[in-house]
């Protein structure tokens, strides 16, 4: 069933219903090298003082902000009984950095392991069951932020973007496209040492110099274009971007992984061959027809990813 047409009273009727229901959302702050993070915390409507739940961190697409996707999916985990933390990067949102709104993976990466460590913390969670949950972009950092790492027990990946080197060329105009791209990116770059930071419009219905131009979610001010979004993309991002490669972290990955996607999403081939470098603890469910956009609000669509990684979570917990 699609319901993009009630797309923005679903995800009203998802708010107020978590509001009512006494979910507690936390303005929280932690550090990363000398940079304070702004979060929010989520804790289950019947969560009593004392009590360590388990945790979930959530981190959303490219560009995004703790009051898009990735708050609502971690107002979904603290409906399921975790504790959940949302936050906005480095250079994003209500972060701090002097750098902004740049997608440098291997900095949202390092952001994520802080945030872990910061949860280890608080004394709402059970440090030993902290889980991660990442959408889209952040799929992959959340990905790399996790191996190795004692502070997670496992993820979930919901509309995985995975790309490696040839999903790259595939999506951005062949090696002579990324090549162009990159050559930007080294001016932005420079530009930016030089107090001139590069940046453009990150989404807009109308201007066709944006990053995402007439791009649903990011263009709609009933879904992503909330007056929080900094709508905002620095054009020293691209080469950062472009030779990151997702796909490839599968290989390393030591934590029990769901992957939640659609064929009809983002570069299902990404997740494809991510899947398959995996070892050990994996599973994968594919839903039909449900496009990049509809996991980030459609309520039937969130409710089915937020369901499949709160049952996986919950069974690592049992065994943890």
Known sequence: MRLSTLTAIGVALLHSTAIAAGIEARPVSFQNEGVTLAGTLYLPADYKPGEKRPGVLVTGAWTSIKEQMSG??????????????????RGWGQSGGNIRF????????????????????LP???ASKIT????????????????????FTGISLVAPWLHDKAIVEQVYGGADGVSRLITTSREAEEAERSGQPRVIVAASADDSTALMYQIPYYTESSRGLIPQYDNKFNLASWEP???????????RLDKPTLVVHSEA??????????????????SEIWLDGV????????????SRAADA????????????
């Not at 740049?102 to 913390?121: H, R, V, W």
């Not at 496009?291 to 969130?302: A, G, K, L, R, S």
């Open 124 to 126: 709402e969670i059970d």
């Open 265 to 282: 999403a983002a570069v299902p081939q990404g997740a494809h061959a991510f899947f398959a470098r995996l070892h050990g603890d994996a």
């Open 241 to 251: 971007w472009l030779t990151y490669d997702a796909v490839a972290i599968g290989d």
């Open 132 to 151: 991660g949950l990442g959408i889209c972009a952040s799929a992959g950092y959340m990905a790399a932020a996790a191996s190795g790492n004692p502070d």
């Open 72 to 89: 609502l999916y971690a107002e979904e985990m603290a409906e399921r009984g975790f504790v959940a933390l949302a936050f906005d990067f």
């Open 291 to 302: 496009t990049q956009f509809d996991f980030y609000d459609n309520p039937e669509d969130v």
């Open 102 to 121: 740049k997608e440098d993976p291997l900095a949202k990466t390092d952001d994520i392991m802080a945030a872990a460590d910061y949860m280890t913390t």
């Open 309 to 320: 990684a709160a049952a996986h979570f919950e069974r690592i917990n049992k065994g943890s």
